[in-house]
């Protein structure tokens, strides 16, 4: 069964860091193009955070330039997300996925895992 686990996520007051974890299990990491990450926060649609593809340079929402990096570790079939100077607005569930794109993955997938929830407290 193919499954990508998220971990990582935690309480953290506005201006510390996290490091979200997304393990991939019954397939190896690179035999996806591409992996996001993706966030929804309290009554608010899934939104994509970053994406890290097999070629070429990472995407990243202009929210989070600058404070947030993707990586891939192929050989520990993981890919992280390093969140610095967090903000409140930063607060949601995050969930990685093999896209770039949550309308992508929403249109021919539809199966999100359970995330790691976010709290940034002011």
């Known amino acids: 069964q193919v499954q990508l686990v998220e971990s990582g996520g935690g309480l953290v007051q506005a201006g510390g860091s996290l490091r979200l974890s997304c393990v991939a299990s019954?397939?190896?990491?690179?035999?996806?193009?591409?992996i996001g990450w993706f966030r929804q926060a309290p009554e608010k649609e899934r939104e994509d955070v970053a994406c890290?593809?097999?070629?070429?340079?990472?995407y990243y929402n202009d929210a989070v330039k600058g404070r947030f990096t993707i990586s891939r570790d192929n050989a520990k079939n993981t890919v992280f997300l390093q969140m610095n100077n967090l903000k409140p607005e930063d607060t949601g569930v995050y969930y990685c996925?093999?896209?770039?794109?949550?309308?992508?993955?929403?249109?021919?997938?539809?199966?999100w895992g359970q995330g790691t929830q976010v709290t940034v407290s002011s």
């Open positions: 890290a593809a097999n070629s070429g340079s990472p």
């Open positions: 996925a093999p896209a770039c794109s949550v309308t992508y993955y929403d249109t021919f997938v539809g199966s």
């Open positions: 019954g397939i190896t990491l690179d035999s996806y193009p591409s």
